[in-house]
């Protein structure tokens, strides 16, 4: 075999043999729910305890920072540089997980113990993200330990642990540590492939935006049949307010919230790209979002409105009274298509165009508010690092300009001015969120070999001096 051919082979090994699962077995253990109150502890020990003398055993200079706004967890920084003249892979994951939900587990299971079932491996956090940043580490480790422990470029590793909440103070540690962060290019794992037996590269971001719409018309219900008829009813005006918006098939009807056209370079690379829900996935509904639009164009290239909850009067014990007052929570995907300092404002001269002067429009209080991003996907690096997934796999991986859903990206894409490129080593189906998350024994088994051929070819060529 090839060098290359050899290190891929050891780092399948590190699953297949163990040395993988042993790790994860320590990781998975470790209560990280940054959702829960009193997980601090846990999120400290993650870095300090179970990454820092990991890192520290490979080279790392490791530095653990508080986090800068005091709404979430902490965050590492590890560097280990080979030669200042060398150019830097920063790379990223993040150690906290949603919440256990051990009662809804499978009979047996347990969200903080890993067990292996067949050619699944269950456990919170073994794809988000414990289980895809220890494995792009233990894959570099291996490439590093074929090399003689050089690989031919720097690396620095931002681990945080809050991302389930919204990533409170990653902007801020962008900001206040760039000189630790100077890199040339991000290359990290998260979220799922689009399809699971095809690899994926992600290159940014769809954004989000949280805002409420809100109808408030008196204090307390009225009985419905001596004021039905005389009292505005909140819930019926704000209906009609939404329905303003957004058309009874998903089309967004006020089109300064979607893209004027979706590039020609984007549709190109989403041509190629397949999107299902998989075995456990939920079906298509293709008569809904943009018309003329495929599937992937509609979740990767476009713009949706989302109604993600609505009340008005009392839903779980309903009275016969005109409500006071209706809510609905809204957000907005987002591509970079659109400035989304306009939307709110779009919005609010729509509404009043409309006679909807009574509807307010209020941005979300401490919502996360991830940026839009996106890479071209013909540039050098997605051509570089797609060249290297042939090699390594046989097949073409799906490059998708920007994912659907959100991450902090704009911090290393507009923030740090680096080119991103996702790995995702999960799957849709693989209930990341839920109950009995899992990962995919072949597919943990490609990702080490796809990261381990990766970070052996950053080490064989130059790089690309632009994205």
Not at 16 to 28: N, S
Not at 237 to 259: C, D, F, K, M, Y
Request: proline fraction near 9%; aromatic fraction near 6%; charge should be negative.
């Amino acid at each position: 075999m090839t060098p290359r051919e050899t290190v891929i082979a050891a780092a399948a090994a590190l699953l297949d043999d163990g040395p993988y699962l042993e790790v994860m077995a320590r990781r998975v253990a470790i209560p990280t729910a940054s959702q829960d109150p009193g997980s601090m502890p846990h999120l400290l020990a993650y870095l300090t305890r179970e990454m820092q003398p990991d890192l520290e055993s490979q080279g790392f200079t490791c530095q653990v920072f508080d986090n800068p706004t005091g709404k979430g967890g902490p965050f590492l920084i590890a560097r280990r540089v080979e030669d200042p003249a060398l150019p830097t892979l920063l790379t990223y994951g993040h150690g906290d997980t949603v919440l256990g939900l051990d009662a809804g587990w499978l009979e047996g299971l347990s969200p903080w113990k890993l067990e292996r079932r067949g050619e699944r491996l269950y456990g919170r956090g073994i794809v988000d993200n414990k289980g895809q940043h220890t494995g792009n580490l233990m894959a570099m480790e291996a490439v590093r330990q074929a090399r003689g422990g050089k690989l031919g470029y720097n690396v620095t590793l931002l681990l945080e642990t809050s991302e389930e909440v919204g990533s409170p103070g990653i902007e801020e540690i962008c900001e206040q540590q760039r000189d630790l962060l100077k890199a040339d290019v991000l290359i990290a794992s998260d979220g799922p492939r689009l399809v699971p037996e095809v690899p994926t590269l992600t290159l940014g971001t769809r954004g989000a935006l949280g805002f409420d719409l809100r109808v408030t018309y008196r204090e307390g219900g009225h009985h419905s049949g001596n004021w039905g008829g005389l009292l505005a009813n909140p819930g019926i005006r704000l209906a009609h307010a939404i329905a303003s918006l957004v058309g009874p098939e998903g089309q967004v009807l006020l089109r300064e919230l979607v893209p004027e056209a979706i590039p020609d370079n984007v549709r190109r690379a989403l041509a190629s790209c397949r999107v299902d829900g998989g075995e456990t996935g939920p079906e298509i509904d293709p008569w809904w979002g943009e018309p003329g639009l495929s599937a992937a164009e509609k979740v990767f290239g476009w713009n949706t409105f989302e109604v993600l909850a609505f009340s008005t009067g009392n839903p779980a014990a309903p009275v016969n009274a005109v409500p006071p007052t209706a809510f609905a929570r809204c957000q907005i995907r987002y591509t970079v298509d659109r400035d989304v300092e306009t939307f709110l404002p779009a919005i609010r001269r729509h509404l009043d165009s409309l006679g909807f002067t009574d509807v307010a429009v209020e941005p979300v209080k401490n919502g996360a508010e991830w940026k839009a991003t996106r890479m071209d996907p013909d540039g050098p690096w997605p051509r570089l690092v797609a060249d290297s997934v042939f090699r390594t796999t046989g097949q073409q991986p799906m490059i998708v300009p920007n994912a659907g859903g959100s991450l902090p990206n704009d911090s290393f894409a507009v923030t740090l001015g680096l080119p991103t490129i996702y790995i995702p080593h999960s799957y849709s189906g693989c209930s990341q969120h839920a109950p009995n998350e899992h990962a995919l024994v072949p597919l943990v088994r490609e990702g080490l070999q796809i990261a381990a051929g990766v970070f052996w070819d950053l080490g064989e060529q130059p790089w690309p001096s632009k994205p």
